[in-house]
């Protein structure tokens, strides 16, 4: 018991992005063992896992809508999972630098979808598709999607590739032309769906750079999601004196100042790069995302 409570207080301390590569580590281990027990059975195998991977077939929506997400849990093999994990940590790192863990999980996610979307759409209208109806898993949509966030947002931060240094934005264009220049050759849906996982990063930067965050719909309707499976405590009938619900003033301002510290910190990244930022900054920057 306390090797699992060992385990449950290390998971606790990875950020966003670590614990989404854990989630996806298990989901990659434990169809293995279950395998085996199907096997036993005599049970196929690809039967249950069509249930969570993503079909093209616009059809098939209809009686598993889940599979919009669950698919991008799911990896065609070893090398496939380790890539993708490989650039979720690398992006996921620049990305919680700057910005809290829900907008990390809205971007991420919004991404999967609007990979899914796109996939199931060029398969319906692309005429190099016709009679063609393929299933899709991996992450990369989601982790294509934090990466052109971070590379739009903040296109002058410089990055270490190998032996020389990189600007996002460059990195961000020659993912997004690599996978252009790739569709012809093979895996034609995958790329499609990485081109629609960048799309959402690229868009959703741009609107929060002018103020509006297009992710607060999704995390609400999660929100509501989640809070159906909880379990309502009994409520009971206490009283207590009337208190004022007006904080002092001076609460007010102390919470506010260090918020609008960082908003100026994140403007000045926003238009002259991460570099142009001060040690002092650069600190004060990493501690508010800690705290998040």
Do not use: E, H
């Given at each position: 018991m306390q090797f699992w409570d060992q385990l449950n207080v290390r998971y606790r301390q990875f950020n966003s992005a670590e614990k989404l590569i854990v989630v996806n580590l298990i989901c990659f281990i434990l169809p293995l063992f279950l395998r085996t027990f199907l096997f036993l059975f005599n049970i196929p195998f690809e039967d249950f896992l069509q249930w969570f991977e993503l079909s093209a077939g616009i059809s098939d929506l209809l009686w598993k809508p889940w599979s919009l997400i669950t698919y991008s849990f799911l990896h065609s093999g070893f090398f496939h999972l380790?890539?993708?994990?490989?650039?979720?940590?690398?992006?996921?790192?620049?990305?919680?630098?700057?910005?809290?863990?829900?907008?990390?999980?809205?971007?991420?996610?919004?991404?999967?979808?609007?990979?899914?979307?796109?996939?199931?759409?060029?398969?319906?209208i692309f005429p190099a598709f016709k009679g063609v109806s393929p299933v899709m898993v991996g992450a990369s949509a989601g982790v294509m999607a934090v990466l052109i966030f971070s590379a739009t947002y903040t296109p002058d931060q410089e990055v270490r590739v190998f032996f020389f240094n990189l600007k996002l934005r460059y990195l961000g264009m020659a993912f997004v032309l690599l996978d252009v220049i790739q569709i012809p050759y093979g895996n034609a849906g995958g790329h499609l769906a990485h081109i629609g996982g960048a799309a959402l990063g690229f868009f959703y930067a741009r609107k929060l750079g002018e103020g509006v965050d297009i992710g607060v719909p999704f995390e609400n309707l999660m929100r509501r999601m989640l809070s159906l499976f909880k379990t309502q405590p009994t409520l009971r009938t206490v009283h207590k004196a009337q208190k004022s619900k007006t904080p002092p003033a001076s609460s007010i301002k102390n919470k506010s100042e260090p918020q609008k510290r960082i908003d100026l910190i994140l403007d000045k990244i926003s238009k002259s790069g991460y570099d142009s930022l001060s040690q002092q900054e650069k600190d004060e920057l990493f501690h508010a995302g800690k705290e998040d």
């Open positions: 380790f890539w993708n994990m490989l650039l979720l940590y690398y992006a996921g790192r620049l990305f919680l630098n700057l910005f809290p863990a829900t907008t990390f999980y809205n971007v991420y996610f919004l991404g999967v979808l609007a990979g899914a979307l796109i996939f199931i759409l060029s398969y319906a």
